[in-house]
């Protein structure tokens, strides 16, 4: 089976590492790499989180490079996933966002205020 870029095929994940995961594709001695960008829309901090040794996925050929090795990507390989997230709408407004952030600043400041204004003087200062 010939690999060819934006080719879908389905592979089994051989090997795991921090910066993505290794997966077989159907001809055997054939491996790729998703890289941990490519395995979900959402923020990856551990590929683990994702994908475990074995797991049977779905993936999208992005990249073959002149040495032969191939680039995966199994979020684009779930087109139906990726455009419901970007269709959804704000649940909270920019302006209630920020009335909120605001809210939790000036709280924050004034429970700083109160501990430093109790802690008047610092080392030493009862001797004078």
């Given at each position: 089976?010939a690999i060819a870029v934006g080719t879908i095929v389905e592979g089994v994940v051989t090997g795991i590492?921090?910066?993505?995961?290794?997966?077989?594709?159907?001809?055997?001695?054939?491996?790729?790499?998703?890289?941990?960008?490519?395995?979900?829309?959402?923020?990856?901090?551990?590929?683990?989180?994702?994908?475990?040794?074995?797991?049977?996925?779905?993936?999208?050929?992005?990249?073959?490079?002149?040495?032969?090795?191939?680039?995966?990507?199994?979020?684009?390989?779930?087109?139906?996933?990726?455009?419901?997230?970007?269709?959804?709408?704000?649940?909270?407004?920019?302006?209630?966002?920020?009335?909120?952030?605001?809210?939790?600043?000036?709280?924050?400041?004034?429970?700083?205020?109160?501990?430093?204004?109790?802690?008047?003087?610092?080392?030493?200062?009862?001797?004078?």
């Amino acid at each position: 089976m010939a690999i060819a870029v934006g080719t879908i095929v389905e592979g089994v994940v051989t090997g795991i590492t921090h910066f993505g995961a290794f997966v077989e594709l159907p001809d055997k001695n054939v491996t790729g790499l998703v890289h941990i960008s490519e395995v979900a829309d959402a923020y990856v901090k551990d590929v683990r989180d994702y994908l475990k040794e074995q797991d049977r996925v779905k993936v999208k050929v992005i990249h073959v490079d002149e040495k032969g090795k191939i680039g995966l990507s199994i979020k684009q390989a779930n087109p139906s996933t990726r455009n419901t997230r970007e269709r959804r709408q704000p649940t909270v407004s920019f302006e209630e966002k920020l009335a909120k952030f605001i809210k939790d600043s000036d709280e924050r400041q004034l429970e700083y205020r109160r501990a430093t204004e109790s802690k008047r003087g610092g080392r030493g200062s009862s001797r004078y």
